[in-house]
């Protein structure tokens, strides 16, 4: 019986929980995804990397969707429970306020060992794989990044070229207008060329060049003492290189190192991954306490406050974590005060729910009383 029914709960309560952080997660990608295709279109980044990028950030994504949809599938499934009566049967059966806690948390020990896996590893492993995918699209040139048949940039600053052949790995029809700043002012260069290829040369810590085919450079203002045209058969030109810098943001940190550090943002890191970890055993019993409803009031009368409770919580933590960043917090106190303040909340409330302060009872007449 014990075994059945908390399988029973636990199904009703992480089908929930699947289902709530799945909608959630697409509404995340969707403005992400939006917010990207406006980098492609602006020729700052390949739509391969796109789905790259989104793939290495979806556990980042869950890390901080987790606690919410499991806290909402709580209220949602043990609030259909009473309204279709089915609490009331648990109970009339002898399952008690204190054993039904029990399952509860039973649930998020499940959710918060899932919860401790993105925390502590996959999360910042796949934040390390964001930012070594980052820079490698950083050092894409302009070039890399062209669009056949549309114009790039803005202003005096634009390319274009026609096709691609890619075996050879050749652009076609090339054209590239730039401003070079001189001694006379901005000096107005417009490159065309039959031909340009991208060249690495290793011997110059694998500098990049732009090496242009049957040409023409036009150089400075038409109609000034200073205006040039160049034909040339080969014409090169030296690529600026974006240096890798060494990623050692603290969100992208193993727990391991964030252990063994000193430094304030990685302990202020440590204590926020324990921090999305011990939220979810808080919730349970807060959405536990809150979940139970009369029949007449329907599932949702108190889904408005549990939720504002909940987004108080996260707020706290978040500005919490922005103080000890800044130095206005000590690290000493940390995020711990918030977790006691919602521990409080949550043992009031379900004494609440367990009529530990219970209401005088009515006392029934004596059989003295009856004679009378």
Known sequence: MTLRLFKYLAKEVLVSTAGVTLILLLVILSGRFSSYLGRIAEGKMTFEFLFVIL??????????I???????????AFGRLY???????????????IKLAGYTLGIACIIGSLSAGLNFW???????????????????????LLLPGRFEGSG???????????????????FLSDIVRKKDGNIPIQTLADYAEQINVS??????YLVFKNGSRYEGKPGTANYRITQFDT???????????????????????????????????????????????????IGLSLS???????????????????????????????????????????????????ILIATLLFAQFNQVFERRKARLPDAADESE
């Open 156 to 174: 005096q600053r634009t390319t274009y070229i026609d096709s691609f052949t890619p075996d050879e790995g050749w652009m076609n029809q090339v």
């Open 55 to 64: 793939g290495f950030h979806v556990p980042s994504f869950i890390q901080m």
């Open 66 to 76: 987790l606690p919410l949809a499991f806290f909402l599938s709580l209220l949602l």
């Open 292 to 342: 139970q409803v009369n029949p007449r009031q329907g599932r949702f009368f108190k889904m408005l406050p549990a939720i504002l409770l909940m987004i108080l919580y996260m707020a706290l933590l978040i500005w919490g974590r922005t103080g000890l960043e800044k130095g206005k917090l000590p690290i000493s106190l940390g995020l711990w005060w918030i977790h006691g303040i919602f």
């Open 235 to 285: 014409y090169a030109v030296r690529m600026e290189n974006t240096d890798q810098s060494e990623i050692d943001e603290a969100f992208t940190k193993t727990t391991l190192s964030l252990i063994n550090s000193d430094t304030l943002l990685d302990k202020v890191e440590l204590q926020w991954r324990i921090s999305l970890t011990i939220i979810i055993p808080i919730l349970a019993i």
């Open 83 to 97: 309204i279709e009566n089915e609490m009331s049967v648990l109970f009339s059966s002898g399952i008690s306020k």
């Open 122 to 144: 996959l999360a910042p492993f796949s934040e390390y794989k964001a930012e070594e995918a980052s820079q490698a699209q950083n050092q894409l040139s302009s070039f890399d």
């Open 203 to 208: 011997s110059e810590n694998n500098q990049k």
